[in-house]
């Protein structure tokens, strides 16, 4: 629902939020940071290059909004959002007022800090992470270098696939990513060997966050999946593909995912995604139409999202000489073949409960060609394709000292652009 | 390593607890309760059928067996494991002395309670739940169905084959079982169908609960796995059939899974178990030895243990008559091919970090023939061979009303038999 704090003209007094890329004050994405060098974690709004605390800005609210803001005064975001979206709509309209209003200036600025100096962390104290497979070329590409013959599986277009992830291991932007060590094959029919990953690669994902609870045995029917939808962050669920060639039958990826998973802090909310609600691209003539507990026509019409996703690689050497990180590719978040609301019916069709704060990964979300393929796996055709670099050097997989920079983007006519800021990692050596 | 408190012949002044099938005051398993009618959540233990209440018990204990009894008044076990097991093992040894002492008698009485007027609840806060698939003859015989060609995958002798579990809907013992419904397909190549599942089962597993933390990026070695490993319980990770045979291609079971696990209530702790451990079953000759990051020589010796588990079951129509449950099997947790310290090394090699209170499932343990074997799957071919039960009734899987009983004893020569209590659902009909 379009309200006044998504005006494309609105202005803050915050003046550097006015011609930000990422947090103009129609976006006021959440988070959870401690000023630098203290470890005294509450919740924040990004504005420009600011940080407002809530835990000070609760002084300058008023009712629902305060309330809220009193919430969000945490180390998580999981009580701001422990009973659905509402206290955070309260506080986004609060915050839009104070934010807008240049008589509320010399108030509101005594507890705003200078982003350099905060330190983000993961929104939520994460109950569960569940990773989806809703990015259909990516399933078609990894399924064709997987199993060649047989490439997307029978249930693809009929059950949003998805398994368990690690929760313990999720981590904020800027997290070092130690390479991990496990066991791989040379060679089919050649025993194992134990050493580091030489196939280390990112994956480019959304991440949905969950807001409300259903109760064990109460399945949240798809209509209202929507409003369980906190917002989105970026997600790069790490992947060590030899691990996984070796280890991931019959019960699915395991070490070759769990020793990491990084997310952008920032919660861009369901609110703020407002005007970024698009239709979910038809099926290709001949797929089945999914069954009932999936369908809504609501959700067909507006249940996908207008952003885009970039990932981009900086190599060591590239570091050494300056030279900006390079874009590997580049594509929309409309590559799901589920929308998060069918996502969210299905998980809990069997009764499953969801609880505030679950990570929901979208799962690596490819376009159909090159330019938007969203793993190295696929950029260098399962390895056998080395990339060439700006810098001279090649890439099959990642390599110590490599960062890789995911960004993304709410874009949509007539609305002013809204951004996630960065998901963040470097290799480093075991 | 062994003390007074595992004496055969130590008698408690709880006079039931010296005859008591399951809580002798060798065992002293920890548990979160609240009194009937109440909210109020704190750690007890297990003595015959009472429950001694920690918080009021911390005020007749002494030293580190008072720190950790007030560590145990909380509303889960986390905090008590947070460091390790060594205040665990305080408190046992100054639980030991105050239970076996009948002069403190009259004291420790005031804290006592009827364990029928106490509610049970699951003992940690689950921070993230694996379930691996240690058990070789439920592995042979589950590939067997799916995969008549390739029962047992070229990994398996090599990996502890592992997946995450969800956290959220684990449950203690009694909670009801709520059939799940989800997408089945009546026949390869037919498209799905939506419905409540035809082949709901129960999987017998122990759980291992752990202690302590490692950091991330940071391995456990084989060599201090052991000191990771607070305690045992009972875990029915149920199971829907159909559901899992239609979804779990390429990434694993998810909602044939996540609807409930059960734990039974009572963590039997590492030191409760010392007596109990056992040499691990020496390989089949041809089978490979195991990486070095697996294998520790002490941990062969002494890494297994000597418990056997078994399932009952009662259906609605048996209950009516006043008839027992039926015993399904019963089997030795021995059928692990990986043992608890294996399976936390591995778990970690990677980088991956566990937490205190996570819950690793040991996998459906089933033994070389019918008598042992863990689930319904195998018990019935496949749903092919119906069992008939005591009242005329035929079962493949669990119909609505069904009972499921599971119960575990460690057992060993010249040590007082020691129980894990039960672990029991019913099924509801949704």
């Known amino acids: 629902m379009l ?71 945490a180390a998580s ?3 701001l959002f422990a009973d659905g979206n509402a206290a955070a709509d309260a506080l986004r309209q609060g915050l839009f007022a104070l934010l807008t209003d240049e008589k509320r200036a010399s108030d509101a600025e005594k ?20 990773d989806f497979y809703t990015g259909i070329e990516h399933a078609k590409n990894v399924g064709a270098l997987f199993r060649p013959d047989n490439p997307l599986l029978p249930n693809y277009k009929y059950v949003p696939i998805g398994y368990h992830g690690r929760a313990s291991s999720i981590r904020a932007s800027g997290a070092e990513v130690i390479r991990p060590t ?26 949905i966050w969950t807001s409300g609870a259903n109760q064990l045995g109460r399945p949240i029917p798809i209509g209202e999946a929507t409003g ?21 039958q019959p019960l699915g990826p395991f070490l070759a995912k769990n020793f990491l998973s990084t997310v952008s802090p920032w919660l861009v909310t369901s609110a703020a995604l407002d005007p970024f609600r698009t239709a979910q691209p038809v099926r290709p003539e001949g797929d089945p139409k999914p069954l009932d507990y999936l369908w809504d026509d609501a959700d067909q ?17 590239m570091r050494d000489k300056g030279m900006a990180p390079h874009r590997l590719s580049k594509g929309p978040m409309t590559a799901m ?25 979208t799962g690596t979300l490819s376009g159909p060609d090159a330019s938007s393929f969203g793993s190295l796996l696929e ?37 002013r652009t809204i951004g996630f800021g960065e998901c963040r990692g470097r290799i480093a050596s075991r």
């Open 182 to 207: 496990g066991q791989t094959r040379s060679s089919e029919g050649s025993p194992p060997h134990f050493k580091p990953s030489e196939r280390l690669d990112y994956e480019m994902e959304m991440a």
């Open 301 to 317: 019409q507006h249940g996908a999202y207008s952003v885009s996703m970039e990932v981009l690689l900086q190599t060591a050497k």
């Open 3 to 73: 309200n006044q704090t998504h005006d494309p003209d609105a202005k803050s007094w915050v003046n550097d939020a006015n011609d930000h890329a990422e947090f103009p004050v129609q976006n006021l994405p959440l988070g959870i940071f401690a000023p630098s060098g203290s470890e005294d974690r509450r919740g924040g709004v990004a504005i420009g290059d600011r940080v407002l605390c809530l835990r000070g800005a609760a002084a300058f609210l008023h009712g629902a909004a305060a309330d809220a803001a009193r919430l969000a005064d």
């Open 111 to 130: 507890v705003l800090f200078d982003a350099t100096e905060c330190d983000l962390s993961v929104p939520f104290v994460v109950g569960d992470y569940t």
């Open 228 to 248: 369980h939808i906190a917002g989105l962050s970026i997600l790069n669920d790490w992947s060590a593909r030899d691990l996984q060639a070796w280890e991931y």
């Open 337 to 361: 073949y589920w929308t998060a609301a069918q996502l969210i019916a299905h998980h809990t069709v069997n009764g499953c409960n969801l609880r505030p704060g679950d990570l929901l990964g």
């Open 379 to 415: 950029l260098s055709n399962g390895g056998k394709s080395p990339l060439t670099l700006p810098s001279g050097e090649t890439r099959t997989f990642l390599e110590d000292g490599d960062e890789i920079v995911m960004r993304a983007h709410a874009e949509a006519p007539g609305a």
């Open 77 to 79: 975001l999981n009580a």
